[in-house]
């Protein structure tokens, strides 16, 4: 932890004694406050290793694999095609409009990308204990790397999305300009419970098996296999606390172009993303003095 350094007394020249009787200069170190304390200036300076370790989990996730990024493409297909059979034919549940596979997979993409983000961000630094005890760096960059490697899969199913869309004679809108927006709030969405999740993991390793049931909750929770105009409008700034219900609101904005988007919902879910990972950098940068000694 960096600190601030003062000198009450001045200090004795070199070439002179000191003096019987005279206290030696005391020196006072105080933690940083504020913005300050997140030292955000050393996780650029530590730039490099971010990209390492991001670039290295890219590679480790399709190495030795049999299908490589195929199964970019299998899990959000596989998924759709459920939710079509299940929600889509026998619920009968509203796609405002647009074809029910291509309404869902619309969903899919952002909570793909915010599904992987959450998982490897929240195991990030028990799966590199051998790392944080050994070499001293900005332990944030760890689920920072870990949030980056998604990407990948975001952009292999961005494409399958748009081929499927063509196919089925529904063309992206002017918006879709916008989805590194969206994209880039999903990734904030993930971070921002990561931090929590993976400083907890860190004291009590139960926390990790929890989050299969919490992602599964969290997914049902969100408008990914309904459309969010189910939700009386009474409560949609209530709904918006949910962060993915603004994201996912957001892509399909995005992508359809007509599909419902409330403005509402998705300023709640950018000020609760805020919010929770500005609190959850602070709980990291308190605990992680002590991740090489419980790690």
């Not at 603004?246 to 892509?251: K, L, P, Q, R």
Request: net charge positive; proline share 6%; with cysteine.
């Amino acid at each position: 932890m960096s600190v601030h350094t003062s000198v009450n007394e001045t200090k004795p020249s070199a070439e002179a004694p000191p003096v019987a009787g005279v206290a030696p200069p005391k020196a006072i170190i105080k933690p940083r406050r504020g913005w300050q304390a997140l030292e955000l200036g050393e996780l650029w300076r530590h730039r490099e290793l971010l990209w390492f370790l991001a670039w290295r989990d890219i590679k480790l996730r399709y190495k030795q694999t049999a299908l490589g990024v195929g199964w970019a493409v299998l899990q959000p297909l596989l998924t759709m095609i459920v939710f079509w059979v299940i929600f889509g034919r026998l619920a009968g549940l509203s796609s405002d409009g647009f074809p029910y596979p291509v309404f869902v997979l619309c969903a899919l993409l952002p909570w793909q990308l915010f599904s992987y983000a959450l998982t490897q961000s929240s195991n990030s630094v028990v799966a590199e204990q051998r790392l944080v005890t050994k070499v001293y760096f900005p332990r944030l960059i760890l689920p920072l790397a870990s949030v980056l490697s998604g990407l990948v899969d975001f952009l292999i199913t961005l494409v399958l999305l748009i081929a499927f869309m063509l196919a089925n004679k529904v063309y992206p809108a002017w918006t879709i300009v916008t989805i590194p927006l969206f994209a880039l709030l999903a990734l904030a969405t993930a971070l921002s419970v990561g931090v929590w999740l993976s400083a907890l993991t860190v004291k009590y390793r139960d926390v990790r098996y929890t989050l299969p049931f919490l992602t599964q909750f969290w997914m049902f929770a969100s408008p990914v296999a309904y459309s969010s105009s189910l939700i009386p409008e009474e409560w949609r700034a209530l709904y918006g606390l949910n962060p993915m219900a603004g994201v996912i609101e957001g892509f399909r904005w995005a992508l359809l172009g007509s599909a419902e988007c409330s403005w509402g919902t998705l300023a709640v879910s950018t000020l609760t993303v805020t919010m929770l990972i500005v609190s959850g950098f602070y709980y990291f940068r308190r605990m992680e003095r002590a991740f090489a000694d419980v790690v």
